[in-house]
């Protein structure tokens, strides 16, 4: 019983971390990597998606000037 109330906290907390880590990205205008590689597993199979440094380097440098606008891939 006792490590089921762990168990269950434990997951709420790691829930909930992830949850205020995608937000906190989310204003600072860094877009969610994991949805990302979600929409590309659906979207286009064919091609692998970019790395984690990749992508975040791709929407930095889009979001300060270059690259000329925001990320849009369809």
């Known amino acids: 019983m ?11 907390a790691i829930s909930w971390g992830k949850a205020a880590q995608r937000t906190a990205n989310l204003m600072i205008g860094q877009p969610d990597y994991d949805a990302y590689v979600r929409h590309a597993a659906n979207r286009h199979p064919d091609e692998p998606p970019m790395d984690r440094t990749a992508f975040f380097r791709l929407h930095e440098a889009r979001r300060f000037g270059a690259g000329g606008g925001g990320f849009r891939c369809c």
Request: charged share 55%; glycine share 0%.
């Open 2 to 12: 006792r490590e089921d109330l762990f168990c269950r906290c434990r997951d709420a």
